[in-house]
């Protein structure tokens, strides 16, 4: 199949074909659930290049078949479906690796992300419902907000269904990191390659909680005002593009970035390269609160390992705690909306 198709397209590999035949890397089906949209369209087309997808499948409710056609001209590896159309959600679906969420309204000005619950909650809920029935064992990377409520909804519906299996459900927080390492890149004038600063909580508002005195590289120069000012700008930083959108959505581009570097991630882990640690929203006993982002070790099964928060500093533990009955609240809300309706 892929290896046929890979030396027909690329012949100078047929010199090794015995090592493609086996593949450099492993069959792996992406699925993107809300493909054409603002997110679904550049995430399509990162995924497109990502050399671990030997299988793109894109859905929507509209229009998919224009972003799927486009997309599939790109000279890389994998092939490329659009379906739209609930009926065609199983064909989607089945033999996927990974289900990417971004299906879903976003924000206008002057909105929260829990003011979109009542339309999203809905859709999260019934492509969840799709996934426990024909892929139920893919990991999901759930996009759609509210992120704090709409992870606990996956877990429920799967539950429901028998399948829930807490390493393979991850809420996408990897935007608030991409945040983080940029304005902390800018503001202790380091590289922003070299920058790592690990961002835990939820993703919403204060539940956004990063950690900058875990910052890499260390910087000497900033002081207490400087990590108030970069905490409440990641905090804020969803808010900063919808208020520069203007009416016209929220992070797409920099959200198909933060997405495409963390299926990335879920790839590497389910090809088994070693230490692939990313934050996300995941099942947790990091704290009380039974969801919680942190850094996470990803492997073959998902979730490898959950990391402990490490040592936080005064500020930081203020904000956690400040946190918690936020993040706890959109939980249960999350929780009653999967079970009652
Ligand atoms: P958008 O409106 O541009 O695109 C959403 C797409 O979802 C549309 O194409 C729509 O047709 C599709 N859709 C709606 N119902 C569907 C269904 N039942 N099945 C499949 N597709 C369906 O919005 P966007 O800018 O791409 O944002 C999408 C979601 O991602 C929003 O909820 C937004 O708040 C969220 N978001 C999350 C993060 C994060 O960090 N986790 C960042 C940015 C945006
Ligand atoms: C973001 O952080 O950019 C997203 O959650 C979208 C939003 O509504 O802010």
Same mark, same amino acid.
């Given at each position: 199949g892929a290896a046929l198709r890979r030396s027909t397209t690329e012949p100078s590999r047929l010199v090794s074909r015995s090592c493609y035949s086996s593949g450099p890397h492993p069959e792996r089906k992406v699925v993107i659930l809300g493909a054409a949209g603002g997110i679904g369209q550049p995430l399509s087309l990162l995924m497109k290049l990502n050399?671990?997808?030997s299988s793109l499948s894109l859905y929507d409710i509209a229009n998919t078949p224009g972003v799927a056609a486009d997309v599939s001209?790109?000279?890389?590896?994998a092939q490329v479906a659009g379906y739209a159309g609930e009926e065609q959600l199983g064909q989607v679906l089945e033999g996927s690796d990974i289900v990417i969420i971004p299906a879903g309204v976003p924000r206008k000005p002057?909105? #929260?992300?829990?003011?979109l619950f009542n339309i999203n909650a809905g859709i999260v809920k019934s492509l969840c419902v799709a996934i426990a029935k024909y892929c139920p064992n893919a990991l999901v990377n759930m996009i759609s907000n509210p992120v704090n409520s709409t992870v606990p909804i996956a877990a429920e519906v799967f539950k429901k269904a028998g399948t829930?299996?807490?390493?393979?459900?991850f809420g996408v927080t990897t935007l608030d990191v991409v945040r983080a390492k940029t304005f902390y890149a800018e503001k202790a004038k380091v590289p922003v390659a070299e920058v790592n600063v690990p961002v835990v909580g939820g993703h919403a508002g204060i539940t956004i909680l990063p950690l900058f005195s875990q910052? #890499?590289?260390?910087?000497?120069?900033?002081g207490d005002e400087d990590i108030k000012a970069l905490t409440k700008r990641t905090q804020d930083g969803g808010t900063e593009v919808v208020e520069a959108k203007a009416g016209k959505g929220s992070a797409t581009l920099s959200m198909a970035y933060a997405g495409a570097v963390f299926a990335d991630a879920c790839l590497k882990g389910l090809n088994g390269v070693p230490d692939i640690v990313e934050c996300s929203y995941v099942q947790?006993?990091?704290?009380?609160?039974p969801f919680f982002a942190s850094k996470v070790r990803l492997g073959k099964n998902g979730v490898e390992e959950i990391l402990g928060l490490g040592p936080l500093s005064d500020y930081e533990k203020e904000g956690l705690e400040s946190l918690k009955t936020e993040l706890k609240s959109s939980i249960e809300k999350g929780v009653k909306f999967a079970n009652q309706s």
């Open positions: 050399p671990l997808v001209h790109i000279n890389s590896r002057g909105m #929260t992300r829990d003011d829930y299996d807490e390493k393979k459900l910052a #890499t590289p260390k910087s000497n120069s900033l947790s006993t990091v704290t009380e609160l």
